[in-house]
């Protein structure tokens, strides 16, 4: 098989060249290349309209955005996070000087267990970072209560859930904050892009400060911010992408209806639960491979490689194995067995919007033969 019939976990949406070419030509006019220019305002507006929220703070990338969200909420001592992510919501908080404290998920949907949430609070605790895994909602009304009764911030990692809508509204209208990755491998991209959504005008206004070395005015720096501004010609590819995410989320709801019709029979294989009163974006396409089917999920991985299909084992290993996080005493494996147990157990399936019909047999057939 040539290189062309790899099928990936994801491929990047693209927008139509020439109207890239178009938008590009506007930028060499304007000679406005980054700093807030106009096709970055534009994509502020219209994300936050398209998104269904209040604001909306640009920024160069999701890391950079947990960074900036932690630094305007003036976190401080130990923050509450999920050991089954994608590194960067730890390392955020390490960036930070603050303390991770891992607590474990539930299984259903590997998010934060709430109960967990709560036995993990000290006076230090100031703030739960959860994160909404594959774009399905955490808990968010228990995650809130326990923020209001203990005076907690709760900054959610939102990385993977652009267009969810929960419970009748957008699903980043919930908690104090919620940061987006606008990153190529995600259900909207900019390339490289992040975002934070507030639900004030001050807040914005300290996330534009931090997000431009803390330049208030010319002559007034309020704080030691960074450098986080989204440049013109990803702001303006953004605006083109933003014409097609509808489709393309409408795609992914094909594919993965297709994949849950024909694996739903296959003993030891199980597909994540539909989330209730949500719209989701199917942003990733999580498998359990359990006790019951023929092979473990590294073998299974390793079969789904060699007739070129690239499955991730997204999320594996835990935050909490790594390095610089296993030494603290919330990594230890006692106290994370349902995140451990997940972590061995996830393989996420191709599922991007050109993955073709054919594609989508050839990812299911080569599953299938592992039964026989
Ligand atoms: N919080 C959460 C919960 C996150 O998942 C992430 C990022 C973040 C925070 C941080 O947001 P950012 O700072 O990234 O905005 C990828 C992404 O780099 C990362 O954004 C993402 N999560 C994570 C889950 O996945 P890798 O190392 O697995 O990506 P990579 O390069 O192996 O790409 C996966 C596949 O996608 C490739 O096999 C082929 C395809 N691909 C990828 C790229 C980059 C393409 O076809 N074209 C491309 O340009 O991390």
Redesign the pocket.
């Known amino acids: 098989m040539s290189s062309d019939s790899n099928i ?5 949406n693209l927008p139509k060249l020439e109207d890239f070419v178009d938008l590009l030509k506007v930028i060499w006019d304007r000679k406005i290349l980054t700093n807030g220019g106009p096709f970055h305002q534009q994509l502020e507006q219209a994300l936050a309209e398209h998104l269904g929220v209040r604001h909306l703070a640009l920024l160069t ?6 960074v900036t969200a932690l630094q305007a909420l003036r976190i401080q001592g130990e923050v509450i996070t999920t050991p089954y ?5 730890a390392h ?1 908080l390490l960036w930070n000087g603050l303390e991770p404290v891992f607590a474990d998920i539930d299984p259903h949907t590997c998010n934060l267990d709430p109960e967990r949430i709560e036995a993990a609070i000290t006076p230090r605790t100031t703030a739960i970072m959860p ?3 594959y774009g399905n909602p955490c808990d968010v009304q228990a995650i809130q209560r326990i923020a209001d009764t203990y005076g907690l911030k709760v900054i959610y ?4 859930a652009f267009g969810v809508q929960h419970r009748g509204t957008s699903l980043l209208n919930f908690g104090d904050l919620s ?8 259900v909207y991209n900019t ?4 975002a934070i959504v507030c639900p004030d005008a001050k807040t914005k206004q300290r996330i534009d400060f931090l997000k431009n070395f803390g330049f208030a005015d010319e002559v007034t720096v309020m704080a030691p911010g960074i450098n986080g501004k989204l440049n013109e010609v990803q702001a303006a590819f953004g605006l083109l992408q933003l014409r097609e995410v509808d489709a393309a989320i409408a795609r992914r709801s094909e594919i993965a209806a297709r994949y849950r019709e024909a694996l739903a029979d296959i003993e030891g294989l199980a597909l994540l639960p539909l989330p209730s009163d949500t719209t989701p974006n199917h942003s ?1 396409m999580p498998l359990r491979v359990q006790a019951g089917f023929p092979l473990g999920r590294d073998a299974l991985y390793q079969r789904l490689r060699e007739q070129q299909v ?1 499955s ?1 084992r ?2 594996y290993p835990l935050i909490s194995d790594m390095p610089m996080y296993r030494g603290l005493a919330s990594a230890q494996p006692a106290n994370l067995p349902v995140a451990r147990q997940v972590a061995a157990e996830i393989l996420c399936l191709p599922i991007y919007p050109a993955l073709t019909d054919a594609q989508q047999q050839r990812v299911i057939d080569a599953i299938r033969s592992c039964c026989r």
């Open positions: 990936y976990v994801t491929q990047p990338n999701g890391t950079i955005a947990l992510s994608f590194v960067a919501t955020s994160v909404h895994c990692d939102a990385a993977h940061v987006l990755s606008f990153h190529a491998t995600k390339i490289e892009g992040g990733y690239f991730r997204y999320f």
